[in-house]
């Protein structure tokens, strides 16, 4: 069965604190891919990342990092130093490979107080 | 570059009445589509998808369907609303690939049924 668990509902923060958004997720597939989304309040998923499952280095983007560890069925996010513009809802997804199906997790709500 | 447009933007009708909701793309051709309804807990579930003009699968039995009349529209419909239809309708489309390829999300449409 394929699942993604984010088990944080709700984090805050002060701005310029790092922040880790974690995500579990279950597949038996081989091959798959791992995605996170952000969803401002305005409501549109913003892609953020993808990585294969073949690929387990981790990714830095600016002020954003991602952590793929096979071993645990993990890929965390985590916000270096964040802001205000951060605040937002975080999807972390996983596709098995046919491209069809997209498993989301229930997402984490990240509030980032100035 | 790649656009995706949906509307209404925001959408309240009575209960029993009927529902079309219109996705469409530019920038691309052939591309999958999908539709995904987002209730009040803020996960992401999967409604349609479509790989094709007139070809659709559909995830979940509800009163919804779904049409491709055109190669980059999609077409969310219902005959008669129900109070449970309520949500954030998010429609997104992808490359076709073999294996899996970025999901790509509109801006969304909020529909309460009173």
């Known amino acids: 069965a394929q699942k993604v668990t984010q088990a944080q509902t709700e984090i805050s923060v002060v701005e310029k604190e790092d922040v880790t958004l974690d995500c579990v997720y279950e597949?038996?597939?081989?091959?798959?891919?791992l995605f996170w989304y952000k969803q401002p309040p305005s409501g549109e998923l913003v892609f953020l990342i993808r990585r294969n499952s073949f690929d387990e280095q981790n990714e830095i983007s600016g002020r954003y990092s991602w952590n793929f560890q096979k071993s645990t069925s993990s890929f965390n996010f985590t916000i270096t130093a964040s802001q205000v513009v951060d605040s937002a809802v975080y999807f972390c997804a996983l596709d098995g490979g046919t491209g069809n199906q997209f498993y989301f997790g229930t997402g984490t709500s990240l509030t980032v107080i100035p | 570059s790649q656009t995706i447009h949906q509307w209404p933007a925001t959408l309240v009708q009575p209960v029993g009445s009927p529902l079309s909701l219109e996705c469409t793309v530019e920038?691309?051709?052939?591309?999958?589509l999908y539709w995904y309804r987002q209730a009040a807990g803020r996960g992401l579930q999967l409604l349609f998808y479509s790989v094709g003009i007139g070809q659709i699968s559909s995830e979940v039995p509800q009163n919804l369907s779904a049409s491709r009349p055109q190669d980059r529209q999609f077409i969310l419909s219902s005959k008669k609303l129900l109070l449970s239809d309520s949500g954030f309708y998010l429609c997104?489309?992808?490359?076709?690939?073999?294996?899996?390829?970025?999901?790509?999300f509109g801006p969304g449409t909020r529909l309460t049924v009173l």
């Open positions: 920038g691309t051709s052939n591309p999958n």
């Open positions: 997104a489309w992808s490359v076709q690939r073999g294996l899996t390829d970025t999901q790509y």
């Open positions: 597949t038996r597939d081989t091959t798959y891919y």
